[in-house]
Every structure is written in C-alpha cells, then in structure tokens.
C-alpha cells in the first residue's frame, strides 16, 4: 500500500520484498514509557535481539511529519532523550501531525497503523491499552482495542498492566472479535506478573501454531488483529502484592488529581514505576526482549 506520507528505510524494504520476517516495534514506550538513557539501550538491544533471531527490526515512528518504517541508530537516540517533549500520537493525532511537519511517537495504535501501510505483520511490545478502570463512567477505552478490532497486524505483548480493567478488556476484544492467544498458558499474564485470574481463548505452544493460526485469519478475509500475550519469564516476575498494591495506589492517585485523556496511561505507568523502585524497569525491559524474540520466531514461520 502506497502512502505520500510513508517512508520505509531501505534494510526494511529489501526484507519486505524479499519475503525476510520483519518485526515492528513502537516509540512511545522509547520516548515515554522509560527514562533515558535505559530508553535508547533498550530500543537498541531489542532491535539486535530480533536480528540475531534473523529477522529485520523496523522502529516505527513519526519525524517532521512524515511516517517512518524504521529508525537508525541515531533517530532512536533522538527519540530517547527528546523523550516525553515528543507527543504521544494515537490514531486521532497522525493527520495533524503530518499536516504541521512534527514529530510523535507511536503507541501500539499508530505503530500498527504504519506497519500495516508498510505491509509488516508482526509487532512486538511490552503492554498493550485497554479498557480503564471506572470505563463504565469514564468510557476512557484506548484506541489499541479499537485497532486491534481493524487492523491484520500480531501484536505480541505481555498482555496488560493491572492498572486497566482486564476483565472489561478482554470483553471488549471479545465483542470487536480478536482472538487473544496465551503462549505456552491458558492465564492471561498481566505485564509484570504471569497471573491476572483470567483466560485467554486460545493456549498455543509453538510459532508456527500462531503462525498458522494468522494466515487462516488473513486467508478468511477476517478484518482486524490477533492479540498474543507472553508471560514475563519467571525470573523477572514481580511480586503480586507489591505491584498490586503500587498499581492500586497509583489509581487512586490520579482520581485525587483528575487525571485523564491521554495523560492517564502515562502518569499510572510512572507512578507505579516510581513506587516500585528500579525493580520493575529491569521487569519492564526483560519481557521486552522475551517478547521481540517470541515475535521474531512467529515472523519466522509466517514467512516460510
Ligand atoms: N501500557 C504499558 N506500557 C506502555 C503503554 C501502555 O504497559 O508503554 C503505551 C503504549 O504505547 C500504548 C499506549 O499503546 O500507552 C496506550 O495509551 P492509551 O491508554 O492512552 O491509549
Ligand atoms: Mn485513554
């Protein structure tokens, strides 16, 4: 698919056509999601581990207006320390911000947006938005379900931060249609724990089963994503009570101050970070490896 606005770098391209796996990577969890300079080492260490798993890395990101399939070096570092100066950009901010030439950094809505104009399929991640806690007043539900309701790209993740509703999340995916795969378990991990009490639809032990599992999507003509969740491996998992009890701080933190829109994921996610100290950075950015590499292998087997 062709698109004015569109600029795929050239090692992204050659793999494209080529028919080489390719795995999609967003920015807002460069910009926002950690402090510099572990940002920028991460992005970069997650991009060598998909390369050494023989796939192609392509960072996706909006610079001066114009939307990019993979970064180099240089414009991840920009991205890393210009940090939360740079908008988070959802679907409802990508017209203006190529209309005024600026830059935005891709939430797991936009980078899928892209990847799908750049012909990507798979995408890898930490968490993924959701439906928010009190969304029955609020009706704060992020526009990643929606995309994910829309658009044919595989979102890996490590499901989702306890700071959503997952209960409500996963109704919701229900409803707009998107399976949501379990690697290895039949739980629904949540980010930095491998246990939410909940079920996923499908249990899948192996790449290729996913693999398979999205070409019979794509070849039913079924619009729209597949969710697969991918506990943290169990060495980094944190302790229940300790991030439950963060996370449930954090909450009640931003009713206190009114916090909504698009500054609540933001501010839940670095509350929650600061009340639990280092530990759960180094959580953050291990299932960020776990993921790209589980990412990879899927791309792998799609492409055979
Ligand atoms: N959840 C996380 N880490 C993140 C995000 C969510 O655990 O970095 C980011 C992702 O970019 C996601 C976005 O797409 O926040 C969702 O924001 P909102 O809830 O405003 O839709
Ligand atoms: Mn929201």
Redesign the pocket.
């Known amino acids: 698919m062709l698109n004015q606005y569109l600029d795929i770098n050239e090692e992204v391209k050659e793999a494209l056509e080529q028919g080489k796996p390719v795995v999609a990577l ?1 920015s ?2 460069i910009s ?2 950690m402090p510099y300079p572990q940002n920028v080492e991460t992005a970069l260490n997650v991009e060598k581990i998909i390369r050494e798993e023989g796939a192609v890395p392509a960072t996706i990101a909006i610079i001066g207006g114009r939307l990019k399939a993979g970064l180099t070096p240089e414009e991840i570092e920009y991205f890393g320390k210009k940090g939360t100066a740079i908008a ?1 950009a ?1 679907r409802r901010d990508l017209a203006a911000l190529c209309a005024k030439g600026e830059d935005g950094a ?4 936009t980078t899928m947006m892209i990847a799908h104009m750049a012909g990507i399929k798979l995408f890898a ?6 439906v ?1 806690r009190g969304a029955e007043k609020t009706m704060d539900i ?3 379900l929606e995309e994910l309701a829309n658009t044919p790209v595989m979102v890996v993740c490590a499901g ?2 306890a700071i959503l509703d997952l209960h409500l999340t996963l109704e919701y995916l229900e409803t707009h249609g998107v399976p949501v795969i379990g690697y290895g378990t039949k739980e629904l991990p949540a ?1 930095y724990s491998r246990h939410s009490g909940l079920e996923v639809d499908y249990r899948m032990d192996t790449p290729e089963e996913i693999a398979n599992l999205f070409k019979a999507q794509t070849a039913l003509g079924l619009r729209g994503g597949i969710l697969v969740t991918n506990p943290i491996p169990e060495e980094y998992a944190m302790d229940d009570t300790i991030i439950n009890q963060a996370i449930d701080q954090a909450v009640q933190e931003a009713e206190e101050k009114g916090v909504h829109g ?1 500054e ?3 501010f839940l ?1 670095a509350r929650v970070k600061e009340l639990t100290g280092g530990d759960s950075l180094d959580s953050n950015i291990q299932l960020v490896y776990n993921n790209a590499r589980l990412a990879s292998r899927i791309a792998k087997a799609y492409v055979k």
Do not use: Y
């Open positions: 967003e807002t969890i926002h999601g988070k959802s891709t939430t797991v809505t991640t930490g968490g993924i938005g959701g928010h992020s526009a990643d989702a931060k980010f698009k609540i994921t933001p996610l």
